[in-house]
């Protein structure tokens, strides 16, 4: 182990000594801030694989979803294509050329913040522009906006039934100077859902501030400029107890608390929370589905087919691909896709909208 990744848990054990318990909030924003500052995580030689590095059927069906709804809107000519954590690029490669079939060869903006990837994604996509944030993405032409396994990484907060009332879940160190989850002194009774204030004592539940200002900000640009978003990620539909931290290094599950920096810390996303941040602005939520359900409306079977008659000595690793994207006891139940779009926007593909 080197020395900066050291570094991160002296820091930290320094604070806690110093100052008492942190935050969850800051024990993973700080580890994944490091960890993704200076490393590619993604693929066999990585920490953990990505739907876009599985398949190249995955891109290209957001690219003709994208291309879909664009032309059914009128085919503005002026549009950007704005991808959240691009990775290395491959989605964003992969669904351009898609929707190009189709006449649609938008701006691409890249929100990434790792110089590591931003050096990946310049090779893949080079025309791209590069963004730190939302903020310096074009305010003037309609958003064509993808965010893939984007959210899992921002840093949550949780919060604890004690007997004294409900807690913010911190982290301290126990007597041999090891991370441990702690139960803060502050009452936090008023952040919690009203229909889970009385719930049993030792009751976790996880929110994250940082998904839902996001979601605020892409639905207040899909209200002013117009456009689509494509929201997909592993979590919950409906807000769910428990911890879902998990960390992630050379494709094992590790102990989150151990070597702050060194691995991919992940928490599950509360869809419902963010579906009701979307219902409250002026767009249309189309709905958020299971992975393997959309990909399946969209045609995933019947394109794994076509491939396999081109190319038949690659029939089983297409057909093992495809099902890592659709089985249900792979990424296709666990993973969710939300769908967005501006209230003058047609309904998308592969959503069932209510209401």
């Not at 080079?126 to 963004?131: D, F, G, I, L, Y």
């Not at 495809?322 to 501006?342: N, P, S, W, Y």
Request: proline share 5%; charged share 25%.
């Amino acid at each position: 182990m080197n020395e900066d990744q050291t570094s991160l848990g002296d820091i930290f054990r320094r604070l806690i000594r110093n100052t008492g318990p942190i935050s969850f909030t800051q024990y993973m924003g700080e580890s994944n801030a490091r960890y993704y500052a200076a490393r590619d995580p993604l693929g066999t030689q990585g920490d953990f694989v990505t739907a876009p590095e599985i398949s190249q059927m995955f891109g290209e069906l957001i690219g003709l979803w994208l291309a879909d709804m664009w032309i059914k809107a009128g085919r503005s000519e002026d549009v950007a294509y704005v991808e959240l954590g691009p990775g290395r690029g491959t989605l964003a490669k992969d669904a351009l050329r898609s929707a190009k079939k189709y006449g649609l060869e938008p701006e691409v903006h890249f929100v990434e913040a790792s110089p590591a990837l931003r050096e990946l994604q310049m090779r893949s996509v080079p025309e791209a522009r590069w963004h730190h944030d939302l903020s310096t993405v074009p305010h003037d032409i309609p958003l064509l906006l993808v965010a893939n396994e984007f959210l899992d990484a921002l840093p949550v907060r949780q919060l604890v039934r004690t007997a004294e009332g409900w807690r913010e879940r911190m982290v301290g160190l126990d007597e041999r100077d090891r991370f441990i989850p702690v139960s803060g002194g502050q009452a936090m009774d008023a952040a919690v859902p009203v229909a889970w204030r009385d719930a049993n004592q030792g009751t976790i539940l996880e929110t994250c501030p940082g998904a839902a200002a996001i979601i605020y900000e892409i639905t207040g640009r899909l209200e002013a400029q117009g456009g689509a978003a494509l929201i997909i990620d592993y979590g919950h539909a409906e807000l769910r107890e428990g911890s879902t931290l998990q960390a992630v290094r050379a494709h094992q599950k590790v102990n989150p608390f151990s070597e702050p920096g060194t691995a991919d810390l992940t928490a599950l996303v509360d869809f419902e929370t963010l579906a009701r941040i979307a219902q409250s602005r002026e767009i249309k939520w189309l709905g958020t589905m299971p992975q393997g359900d959309w990909l399946r409306a969209l045609g995933i079977e019947m394109r794994t087919e076509a491939l396999a008659r081109r190319a038949p000595q690659y029939m089983q690793d297409l057909q093992a691909q495809r099902d890592r994207l659709i089985a249900d006891d792979q990424m296709g139940q666990l993973f969710k896709v939300m769908g967005l779009a501006a209230s003058d926007w047609p309904d998308g593909v592969g959503f069932a909208r209510e209401g």
